[in-house]
């Protein structure tokens, strides 16, 4: 998710801080485009586009069966790409759940071993605020909602997916230097309003270009937690405004947590 709005934002700086930058994104066109500006605004010639479209289970296995073949280091995944869309994959998920939530998690896991090869390393999570509204249940994980706002709440499902994800991720593991974060990095103006209701982008469109923050003040908590000293004892936690926060309630349970992993596994596949 690094072609535009917060990712490329996140990307921008660490290509300035002199990383090796791979943006995994959905189109050729806006990647290969976003790794060139990168690569032009900061010098640094080791930014590089490859595939990914976290709507296909099947692309994320080429994706990491590709980047393990090529890159030999991994210190910092930023799991960052996010619709809120309505529809279904062709994997037969519902599609927020699954580009937010289940294909980071496929990612995620399908790369650990090479983020425990290379610890110390981290896992950044973006979150959402809006975890606030989720209301998981292990036994329909996937599904689309039902209801008038199905599109919002499933939405809100896969936020809280993502930061139960975190929590989960950093218990399991505790003592191999992977160290994992969730971010609410504030209510930015990215294209992920373009989803948005038509009766409802009249109201929404103008608040966001006159009230929400850019990009790059959205990257800040995401950066600070892929680089900041010292974050390995907040390992699990969830961020915002560049700081550990408490969660909602549903997003600190770890039953919940527990059986989201345990499903997630079993709906792709491990």
């Known amino acids: 998710g690094g072609s535009s709005g917060i990712g490329a ?108 090869s290379c610890a110390p390393s981290r896992v950044v999570i973006v979150a959402s605020s809006a975890h606030c509204a989720g209301r998981l249940r292990p036994e329909c994980l996937g599904r689309p909602p039902s209801g008038l706002f199905s599109a919002f709440q499933d939405y809100c499902d896969s936020k809280l997916a993502n930061v139960l994800h975190a929590r989960e991720l950093a218990t399991r593991e505790q003592g191999t230097q992977v160290t994992c974060y969730a971010v609410h990095p504030g209510f930015v103006n990215t294209s992920l309003f373009r989803h948005a209701p038509l009766w409802l982008k009249p109201l929404l469109l103008p608040l966001a270009w006159l009230l929400f923050l850019e990009p790059s003040e959205g990257a800040r908590t995401v950066l600070d937690c892929a680089t900041q000293d010292g974050l390995e004892p907040l390992s699990g936690r969830y961020f915002t405004d560049c700081g550990p926060r408490l969660p909602w309630p549903a997003g600190r349970d770890d039953r919940l947590a527990r059986a989201l992993w345990e499903g997630s596994e079993c709906l792709v596949g491990l």
Do not use: K, W, Y
């Open 9 to 116: 934002a996140t990307a921008l700086e660490l290509a300035r801080c002199g990383a090796r930058v791979i943006l995994a994104t959905r189109s050729a066109r806006r990647g290969e485009a976003a790794a060139s500006r990168i690569r032009r605004e900061t010098g640094n010639n080791e930014v590089r586009f490859m595939h990914l479209d976290l709507a296909s289970l099947r692309s994320v296995r080429a994706f990491a069966s590709t980047f393990l073949r090529q890159e030999p280091q991994l210190h910092l995944l930023i799991n960052n790409a996010g619709v809120s869309a309505g529809g279904t994959t062709e994997d037969g998920f519902s599609l927020p759940f699954q580009v937010n939530h289940l294909g980071h998690f496929l990612l995620t896991q399908l790369l650990l071993e090479r983020l425990r």
